[in-house]
């Protein structure tokens, strides 16, 4: 028998300032929209925008 889908999926955080990624997962259903956080890049050392990537 086959599995269903699964609601968490594993995404990939891109900063807005640099090229650093932080990767995580996420809910399908509570977030359909791509994710956008604020974290810590170490690149610029300072808080960015992070956004969603496929």
Not at 14 to 42: A, F, I, Q, V
């Amino acid at each position: 028998m086959a599995s269903k889908k699964g609601n968490r999926i594993v995404i990939r955080l891109k900063s807005s300032e640099s090229g650093h990624t932080y990767t995580t997962m996420k809910n399908r259903r509570n977030d359909p929209s791509r994710l956008e956080l604020k974290k810590y890049d170490p690149i610029v050392r300072r808080h960015v925008s992070y956004r969603e990537t496929k």
